[in-house]
């Protein structure tokens, strides 16, 4: 008797659990592989979009030259295929209500803003950030998986949170095209 209710609590935890587990994997989900201004691989950004918004979970490295405080925004088009231009194919700042940029600017943020990212003397960046003013769907703040996609962008200064369009960021040192890895509606 004994034996068989805690069989039947084992099959009732076994069975939430999976509920559970099943109910976050259907997320909407996104990855951005990451290049450089040559072309190299940095890194990915995994993307997972719960009921207020987006987490990006940042692994990079490669970036030994580049330690300090950086910009990271998403930008418009997920087009990374310029970097000896400059990832100018991205486009600016995901503002599709036209709000200056800034975190800590009171007419803002644009969609687009995130705090900034640290790269550390080895060259590499471990980062969680997240938004509430962006999702993959649309269905928290702006749409980042539009006609035109979405990309990462890192700048080569920090975001000053403030200055007009891009907080002083400078030029782009990093892309990452934002592909779905899950159905999008
Ligand atoms: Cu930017």
């Known amino acids: 008797m004994l034996r068989k209710s805690l069989f039947k609590l084992v099959l009732g935890i076994g069975l939430l659990t999976y509920m559970v587990v099943s109910a976050y994997a259907n997320n909407p989900s996104a990855t951005a592989e990451f290049i450089n201004t040559s072309g190299q691989t940095l890194g990915t950004a995994n993307v997972e979009q719960g009921p207020h918004g987006v987490l990006v979970r940042l692994h990079l490295e ?16 997920g087009d990374c295929s310029d970097p000896g231009e400059g990832f100018m194919a991205s486009g600016g700042h995901l503002n599709p209500d036209g709000m200056e940029h800034g975190l800590m600017r009171p007419s803002g943020p644009d969609a687009g803003d995130f705090p ?8 590499n960046v471990n980062a969680e950030l997240f938004t509430n003013y962006a999702s993959l769907d649309g269905s928290v703040g702006a749409r980042m998986l539009d006609d035109t996609g ?31 890895t899950s159905e999008i509606r």
């Open 116 to 123: 900034n990212i640290y790269v550390d003397e080895n060259g």
């Open 62 to 77: 490669g970036l030994a030259d580049e330690a300090g405080f950086h910009a990271i925004h998403i930008h418009t088009h």
């Open 150 to 180: 979405a990309a990462f962008v890192i700048h080569a200064n920090p975001d000053d949170h403030y200055t007009q369009p891009i907080g002083g960021a400078g030029p782009r040192i990093a892309c990452g095209e934002v592909h779905a």
